[in-house]
């Protein structure tokens, strides 16, 4: 019984060891995406700008809309933030939210006291929405255009949320929305292709608007936690994804027909620290999550996958400053979406790009002398330890060679008596 366990604990043992080495020398070739390199900063000014709001858009070329504390608001150009434009409004409150109409040429801006500003590309001209009044000096958080552009969806404290369109004359309609709720409105996104948005809240979890059904809310679930925002950039799979505490990822499965059965998923991000902050589009299907401490994650909406975009340790061994920045979005390019920037509420503008490339030739040819090792080393020690494991096949080997030296020592015997014979015989004769 003793001598069966051994042998057990030898098979396992060996077994073990095989797995190991196949798993070490097949890991070698597998080369895993490196997070983005960042550039140099660039400063929007010389002094905290409290910047709250990042917003990309525009009608022929990218453009970015950057705003906060004290009604500041600066235009950068998408692809050189370099290139800027600073805005004079007509308010001294924070702006807290920014949204681009899907035709690009005007934006709305909004934030503290009932703030509602419109921004025109044709003069760069910044002014408050007309019939705004109607928000009630309440701070509004959260502003959104529906797919077609023809309503704008505006969220603040207390729950209050409103759909806004410009009526007759250029005034501003504002419909109270049914059904809400009192906890503060912390984000609103829509579906690029269809009528429904997703709104997240303070401690009221996450409601649907059905643009189709008189701006319809349904209370879909999600009260277990605080949400910080909510981005829909999958066009696909008809998903959303909203962001909360304590790492949360909640997978929203929108249901065109009947928005009420929309479900919620909630998963936790365990292999990353700090929180999320703000959530924007990298590209179709994919979203940068702004982090504190300063770092990014990017989030697959059609895979329901995460993984690091920015590392808060390389940021830290960079520049210790920089680090202690709070992120408050991001943007990718359109021309490469893995070439953007992000932005700190001081006011720093930081370039990401992809690491440098090793040669394409120099990668093959590694991956081919790793393959040739692996073929030869993997086969050779997996024989070596079944053979170190296992008594029958040392006994068969070793009678073999007893054997073999039998027969080689027997030969050379034979062999001694017939040259003596034949030495004594020529003797005789």
């Not at 394409?360 to 050779?380: C, E, M, N, R």
Request: hydrophobic fraction near 40%; proline fraction near 3%.
């Amino acid at each position: 019984m003793a001598v069966g366990c051994l042998m057990a604990s030898r098979t396992t043992s060996a077994c073990g060891l095989i797995a190991l080495l196949l798993f070490s020398c097949l890991a070698s070739t597998i080369s895993a995406e490196g997070t983005v390199d960042l550039d140099d900063t660039i400063w929007l000014a010389e002094q905290d700008l409290g910047l709250e709001a990042v917003a990309a858009g525009g009608e022929t070329t990218q453009k970015i809309l950057v705003a906060g504390a004290d009604g500041y608001a600066r235009l950068l150009d998408g692809t050189d933030p370099n290139v800027q434009i600073e805005l004079a409004t007509p308010i001294d409150d924070t702006i807290r939210a920014i949204d681009w109409h899907p035709r690009g040429k005007t934006a709305l801006l909004v934030g503290d006291n009932g703030t509602m500003l419109r921004y025109a590309t044709e003069d760069h001209s910044v002014t408050t929405v007309t019939g705004s009044v109607q928000l009630n000096s309440i701070d509004i958080g959260a502003v959104k255009w529906n797919a077609a552009g023809s309503v704008a969806y505006v969220g603040g404290g207390g729950g209050w949320l409103w759909a806004y369109h410009e009526g007759e004359g250029g005034q501003g309609v504002f419909e109270l929305l049914n059904d809400t709720k009192g906890s503060r409105i912390t984000g609103i996104a829509c579906q690029a292709e269809d009528a429904l948005c997703a709104v997240t809240t303070e401690s009221d979890g996450i409601a649907i608007i059905d643009s189709n059904s008189n701006h319809q809310l349904h209370w879909v679930g999600g009260t277990d936690r605080v949400w910080r925002g909510v981005n829909c950039a999958e066009p696909v799979f008809n998903r959303c994804v909203a962001i909360g505490d304590g790492r949360a990822i909640g997978i929203i499965g929108l249901n065109l027909q009947e928005p009420q059965q929309t479900t919620i998923f909630t998963k936790i991000i365990p292999s990353i620290s700090g929180e999320f902050t703000h959530i924007h589009t990298r590209v179709a299907s994919e979203a940068l999550v702004t982090m504190a401490p300063f770092q990014v994650m990017a989030w697959d909406l059609s895979e329901g996958e995460a993984y690091e975009w920015v590392e808060y340790e390389e940021v830290v061994s960079s520049s210790s400053a920089l680090a202690g920045e709070r992120l408050v979005g991001s943007w990718a390019t359109t021309d490469n979406p893995n070439i953007g920037f992000l932005v700190t509420s001081y006011g720093a503008v930081i370039g990401f790009h992809p690491p440098p490339e090793t040669s394409v030739w120099t990668d093959s040819l590694i991956s081919y002398v790793l393959g040739a090792v692996v073929f030869v080393a993997v086969p050779g020690s997996v024989l070596g330890l079944i053979f170190m494991n296992s008594e029958t096949l040392q006994k068969k080997y070793f009678a073999r060679r007893n054997a073999k030296q039998e027969a080689a020592e027997n030969k050379r015997i034979e062999k001694e008596k017939s040259e003596k014979r034949a030495a004594r015989k020529s003797k005789n004769s």
